[in-house]
């Protein structure tokens, strides 16, 4: 799928209050603004448009935008997130995302689109502590009129289902170790990584490049091999917070 547009959200100087469960210490807000900065300038140049959103201070966690959302070519679902902290974040998302796609908004079950990957017509949903099985359902609900189908995967204590697996194009996943042997994988060519190297799953595919987070050699090598083009940005303050490259832009 080639993305022409993405919505992103300027980081608050409240971001360092958010929701977390890593042990690395507050993130810097000048420094998260410079990576976030440049995160945009590679979507730019990979041929997006991207809309930047004012941040929210009352939401620290606000600018981890695909949580509430999950778009596709012909509608886009609003989400209900997982953490109760993070619901006030769904009416700003709706009037930007609605200049381009019909609005699903669901209202039942928990569901960040954190754990939501879509691939061709299926969607790979997770079972995290952040979605449940009710979640799942009024999403299934929601996208199957559209032709869409979708598959539970329960990942046990992992964060996010794109935490740990990330669709990297033909036909191949990027995938952590304790997913890779899962049966809704097994169609797909997998590229194995070490826990200790996980975070580095949370790589983005854009328009034939691939954006993964820096500090993971042994990844990149497996990603050059792919022979497609690799921007390696630095993530540090966002892995602070829990976040990734995929969490910080609704994509279309």
Do not use: W
């Not at 919505?7 to 000048?30: E, Y």
């Not at 754990?115 to 449940?132: A, E, H, N, P, Y």
């Not at 539970?152 to 990330?166: E, Q, T």
């Amino acid at each position: 799928m080639k993305f022409t547009q993405a919505i992103v959200r300027r980081p608050a100087a409240s971001c360092g209050n958010g929701l977390t469960t890593s042990q690395l210490g507050k993130p810097d807000h000048a420094k998260t603004l410079q990576q976030f900065d440049a995160y945009c300038a590679t979507l730019r140049t990979l041929g997006v448009e991207v809309t930047e959103l004012p941040s929210l201070d009352a939401f620290p966690d606000s600018h981890f935008v695909e949580d509430v959302a999950v778009v596709t070519p012909e509608f886009a679902v609003i989400t209900r997130p997982g953490a109760p902290a993070r619901r006030g974040e769904i009416e700003s998302i709706g009037a930007p995302l609605g200049e381009h796609r019909e609005l699903k908004p669901m209202h039942d079950g928990r569901l960040d689109g954190g754990d939501v990957m879509l691939i061709g017509k299926r969607f790979f949903v997770g079972l995290s502590g952040r979605t449940d099985e009710a979640g799942v359902r009024a999403f299934d609900e929601i996208v199957s009129h559209y032709g869409y189908d979708v598959e539970a995967v329960p990942i046990g204590a992992n964060l996010h289902l794109k935490s740990s697996v990330n669709y990297v194009g033909g036909d191949t996943l990027l995938v952590c170790d304790v997913l890779a042997e899962h049966p809704a994988f097994q169609a797909f060519r997998r590229i194995e990584i070490d826990m200790a190297d996980e975070y580095a799953c949370n790589t983005l595919g854009v328009n034939g490049a691939l954006l993964t987070p820096a500090g993971y050699p042994r990844v990149q090598e497996r990603l050059d091999a792919l022979g497609v083009p690799l921007h390696v940005l630095d993530t540090s303050e966002f892995r602070k917070m829990d976040g990734g490259l995929t969490c910080l832009s609704l994509r279309f």
